[in-house]
């Protein structure tokens, strides 16, 4: 059973702070990993993926690979209000199979 | 058309009875995801299909869940005899198959709601 797991939150921050989300997975063979944003009663919509260890970096947002410990985490620097959703962590073995979502990490930045 | 359609954007069914939701997905994409969201959840992996099979089905909780792509185009999700536990949205994505990071691409969902 291939697991995705998240900290379900909320997370507040301040306006203008760094938020750091994390995310742990079971299926040491996955391969590829993205970070999706949902704002309340939308669809997810893709913000990163990584699929290298290490940092990759995006206007305000770094997602962070560790395959080794099985761990990938979002920073997201100069948090704004609008910044304020759920951010979902999901993570493909390889190409041709499911992309798997863990359960989202509520994100509330306040003014 | 532009992005991925899902009909009905609503569905009120009453328990028991037999339910289609259907995916039109982005034109060209080949992978089709399915999957279902509960309130405060993320989205459950259903099926996954690559063109016209299924190529990971194992995320159908039970024999009344069942869902085609006869063409690799349009798929329909198809419920029988709904319970209340399957109210959810349940929403379709769709990708290019081109390797490490395709993103998949979702649609609006549909939001069953069994009474």
């Known amino acids: 059973q291939k697991e995705v797991e998240q900290n379900s939150g909320p997370l507040s921050v301040p306006e203008g702070a760094i938020a750091s989300l994390n995310c742990t997975y079971s299926?040491?063979?996955?391969?590829?990993f993205f970070w999706y944003r949902q704002y309340s009663g939308k669809s997810p919509e893709l913000i990163m993926f990584?699929?290298?260890?290490g940092d990759k970096e995006d206007g305000r947002f770094t997602a962070q690979l560790n395959k080794a410990s099985q761990y990938v985490s979002l920073l997201i620097r100069d948090s704004q209000p609008s910044d304020s959703a759920t951010y979902l962590c999901?993570?493909?073995?390889?190409?041709?199979?499911?992309?798997?979502f863990g359960k989202g990490t509520t994100l509330s930045v306040s003014s | 058309g532009a992005g991925v359609s899902q009909t009905p954007s609503n569905k009120v069914t009453e328990k028991g009875k037999y339910v289609e939701l259907r995916c039109d997905p982005i034109s060209g994409h080949t992978a089709l995801y399915w999957y279902r969201q509960s309130l405060g959840q993320g989205p459950e992996f259903l099926i996954y299909f690559q063109g016209t099979g299924a190529a990971d089905d194992s995320g159908l909780p039970n024999d009344r869940f069942f869902a085609v792509r006869p063409e690799g185009s349009v798929s329909t999700l198809k419920i029988q005899r709904t319970e209340r536990g399957d109210s959810a949205v349940y929403l379709c994505?769709?990708?290019?198959?081109?390797?490490?990071?395709?993103?998949?691409?979702f649609g609006q969902g549909t939001r069953l709601t069994v009474v």
């Open positions: 999901a993570v493909k073995e390889r190409a041709g199979t499911a992309l798997i």
């Open positions: 299926d040491r063979g996955s391969q590829s």
């Open positions: 994505a769709s990708s290019s198959q081109g390797g490490q990071g395709t993103e998949a691409f």
């Open positions: 990584i699929y290298s260890n």
